[in-house]
């Protein structure tokens, strides 16, 4: 079995905003919800954005919320869906007035693993302008999602290995991309995240994480650890 991903529900970014909400859309029982957000980060300390929905609070689990002073921030979270819900908005909220202009892509799959979601994942920050992220051994052959944010704002970002990537370039503050791909468990995984034009150099902050198929073993989250590179804190 393969983990499916419906990328139709478009991205919103707010230019200068202090959130930015999705929806309305709707999903089904048994799929996961997987939210995608970038944002502006001025000034330290990076405090974390926060996200919420609309309707009955759904319950989120963070991946990754990671920033730094003048290299914008990275936030994933995901909830697995027990009932139906219609007309679903989520809104992503920044930390702080040092941060601002978010942008939330939302992602719904299915075939994944309902019990332990997350595999291996790893969060960076970098300032090589074509970037191959940290490699990540996948625990299942599940999916690899990236996720990238470029405060130099040197127009849309691409991706070398990424497929159905979601590309933004906000005026004056941040551009980013998020995408995905097959990952072959035990088999180390990178994703590439190339900043536009030549900005020399790049200033990357980024996530890398995988989402378990459904049907494989694997280690339980409690005795998982998420690896934390260079996040400027």
């Known amino acids: 079995m393969a983990i499916t991903v419906d990328n139709s529900i478009a991205r919103v970014s707010s230019d200068g905003g202090a959130s930015a909400a999705v929806g309305p859309f709707n ?65 992503v909220t920044r930390g702080d007035a040092n941060g601002d202009s978010p942008s939330l892509k939302i992602y719904l799959l299915s075939g994944h693993d309902t019990v332990d979601i997350l595999g291996a994942s790893t969060t960076a920050a970098s300032t090589t302008e074509n970037l191959t992220s940290a490699s990540i051994t996948p625990e299942t052959s599940g999916t690899g999602f990236g996720v990238g944010t470029d405060w130099t704002q040197s127009g849309l970002p691409t991706s070398s290995d990424l497929t159905n990537v979601s590309t933004f370039d906000t005026a004056g503050d941040i551009s980013g991309i998020s995408g995905y791909k097959a990952l072959t468990a035990a088999v180390g995984a990178t994703a590439n995240f190339n900043a536009a034009g030549t900005p020399a150099p790049g200033n ?14 694997g280690p339980s989250a409690g005795l998982r650890t998420f690896a934390l590179t260079g996040c400027g804190l």
Not at 27 to 43: K, R, V, Y
Not at 82 to 87: L, N, Y
Not at 204 to 217: D, K, L, P, T
């Open 204 to 217: 990357w902050r980024y996530g890398w994480f995988e989402i378990r198929v459904a049907g494989a073993a």
């Open 27 to 91: 999903a089904t029982s048994g799929q996961l919800i997987l939210a995608t957000a970038q944002l502006d980060q001025n000034a330290q300390p990076y405090v974390a954005a926060t996200i919420s929905n609309d309707g009955a609070a759904l319950t989120w689990t963070n991946i990754v919320n990671a920033g730094g002073a003048d290299t914008g921030s990275v936030a994933c979270w995901y909830t697995h869906l027990t009932a139906d819900r219609s007309a679903l908005t989520v809104t």
